[in-house]
């Protein structure tokens, strides 16, 4: 842990997706029915009960945005409220008390606040991470909601998620796991969906590939989501884009879409999408996600198969490329928000 007011060298052009020490972070606890004032703790560490309900029954949760430095020197959140209303629609699926609106703004701004030199500045190539979280604890042995919560938030600067960002295409892989059941809980962002996942990661990357694509698990043929970002693709008729109740409702792929429909003058078609049947007309394919923004998908490897998209799987294709530059545009401030997406930290 950094000491309060250490001097903070960073390296931001090489940075990784990767946890970093900061000063400081953010910690609230619910106990006697109700959330309790939060406060900065420089202590990384939780000192949990053996029995907590998130060690055994995964009871926990978490959120992921990030912060942009624009060149005005303010730092940027992109639409947290979404997180927001995501984490309390996870809360509620997973018997955690939501976290009051209030609460999870004060632990963004007042952790942001605290580890401001983390930030990264404009024009690096980087953001600062925020990650919200809630786990179950207390006292406990049976499978039943925890008697006590935390909700914790910390922040990690960070580069691209996949090395070599917009310009490099990515490869997914069809694996043999499944992420999420249909009335399960593939569309909340509880860490069991992860930890299910990781070994389908793995296999994908065996493969050759650098993520797993997942299908739907009633008929292993509708296009759900890859490990950490939903799907969008380009056809001649427009974007289409898979529609499945086990997904994540991803914050980058509505804003996508609606700079898609708005801004680009595309057709949206939102619909199950049945990967092997209709693999052969996808002009181009992209990941979107807050640690991925949006990537070309150059392939997707199905059944001993590999399909490949835009330019033989080279390049990000021309649509892809103009989401990418007004969305990122967005978020950095360089391009206006006629949507009303941005959100400046404040930073006194
Ligand atoms: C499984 C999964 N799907 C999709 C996304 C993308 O969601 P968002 O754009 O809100 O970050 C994420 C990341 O949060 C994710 O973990």
């Not at 029915?33 to 029954?57: F, K, M, Q």
């Not at 090395?163 to 997914?172: A, R, T, Y």
């Not at 043929?221 to 529609?243: H, Q, R, W």
Request: net charge negative; with cysteine; charged share 20%.
């Amino acid at each position: 842990m950094n000491e309060a007011n250490t001097e903070v060298e960073i390296d931001w052009g090489n940075l990784g997706f990767d946890y970093m020490d900061t000063h400081a972070s953010f910690s609230a606890l619910y106990a006697n029915g109700a959330w309790g004032d939060g406060t900065l703790t420089e202590d990384p560490y939780l000192a949990i009960h053996e029995g907590s309900t998130s060690v055994h029954y995964a009871q926990q949760c978490f959120e992921g945005l990030k912060a942009y430095g624009s060149q005005d020197g303010r730092l940027l959140l992109f639409r947290p409220e979404k997180n927001w209303e995501r984490m309390a629609d996870t809360c509620e699926r997973l018997m955690i008390p939501p976290v009051p609106r209030e609460l999870f703004f004060e632990g963004i701004t007042k952790c942001i606040q605290r580890n401001r030199e983390f930030a990264p500045p404009y024009g690096s190539g980087a953001s600062l991470y925020i990650r919200p979280f809630v786990v179950g604890i207390g006292r406990n042995l049976g499978l039943r909601p925890a008697p006590e919560f935390l909700f914790r938030v910390f922040v990690s600067p960070v580069g691209p998620y996949f090395k070599g960002g917009k310009q490099s295409p990515i490869s997914l892989a069809v694996v043999d796991y499944d992420r999420s059941a249909t009335r399960g809980t593939g569309h909340i962002k509880a860490g069991a969906n992860y930890a299910g996942a990781l070994l389908a990661s793995a296999t994908a990357r065996e493969q050759g590939a650098d993520e797993a694509l997942f299908l739907d698990s009633q008929q292993n043929a509708y296009i759900d989501e890859a490990g950490s970002s939903n799907i969008l693709i380009v056809t001649e008729d427009g974007l289409l884009v898979p529609k499945s109740p086990a997904i994540l409702p991803s914050i980058t792929k509505f804003a996508a879409m609606e700079i898609a429909r708005s801004e680009l003058g595309l057709k949206i078609d939102e619909r199950p999408v049945h990967l092997r049947d209709e693999v052969a007309s996808f002009i181009e394919v992209a990941a979107a996600g807050t640690a991925a923004t949006l990537v070309p998908v150059g392939a997707i490897h199905v059944d001993g198969q590999k399909h490949t998209f835009y330019n033989g799987g080279t390049q990000a294709g021309p649509i892809t490329e103009q989401l990418y530059e007004i969305l990122a545009g967005i978020q950095r401030g360089d391009v206006e928000d006629k949507f009303g997406w941005i959100q400046p930290v404040d930073l006194d």
